[in-house]
């Protein structure tokens, strides 16, 4: 095992040796991964490899932590007038839906309802032009409750997308959609993924950087 430095944060990297022709990342959890290395590989080049990769260990990390720790629960107001996101902008509750006599558990059931229409409504209506854009076309499309990802590509080419997302702004949106497009084609995260994915948005970084900051207040 070994441990490494990247803009403040300690990486630790597990290391596992074996019969291979080059090292490979995975990330196992918050700033720790495990390092595939061929037989002989030097600690100075691993410590290359994992620098390298900092930019993304860090984000996922990032990421990844948000996860574990979950989303950030909403306080609703007898009023209605709590501020909730839509599309990447503050809203009282009323604006967004009917709260007259509504007690809390029917509110928050009522906003739920209305972001899934939502996030399939705007998913429907964009993710068209990227399919042309590359060339791949997913077997299904659905809306789904997640905690953890904020959407997802199966083996056999089955799209789901977060609800929560009806709660981020239409760019951060096309990235979540761009991602798992690409994933038809490239199912791991590697060079070739990500390249597609600039390909198309090349600020993608922006939009992962979006949602490691504001995930947490994407939430009901």
Known sequence: MITIEIQGQTITCHIEYGKRKKASITMD??????????????????????????????????????AL???????????????????????????LIPVEGLGEDELRATLKKFYFAECKRVIGERIGRYQRELKVKPKSVDI?????????CSWDKKLTFNYRLAMAPYEVIDYVIIHELCHIHHMNHDRSFWRRVGSIMPDYKSKEDYLMRHGRAMTL
């Open 29 to 66: 959890l918050p700033y720790m991964v495990t390092i595939k290395a061929p037989n002989g590989t030097s600690e100075e080049a691993l410590t290359a490899l994992v620098k390298q990769h900092g930019e993304v260990i860090l984000t996922k990390s990032a990421l990844m932590q948000q």
């Open 144 to 152: 789904v409750e997640s905690a953890t990802k904020w959407g997802s």
């Open 69 to 95: 720790e979950g989303p950030q629960a909403k306080e609703y107001e007898q009023e209605g007038k709590g501020a909730f996101l839509h599309f990447g902008k503050e809203h009282a509750l009323h604006e």
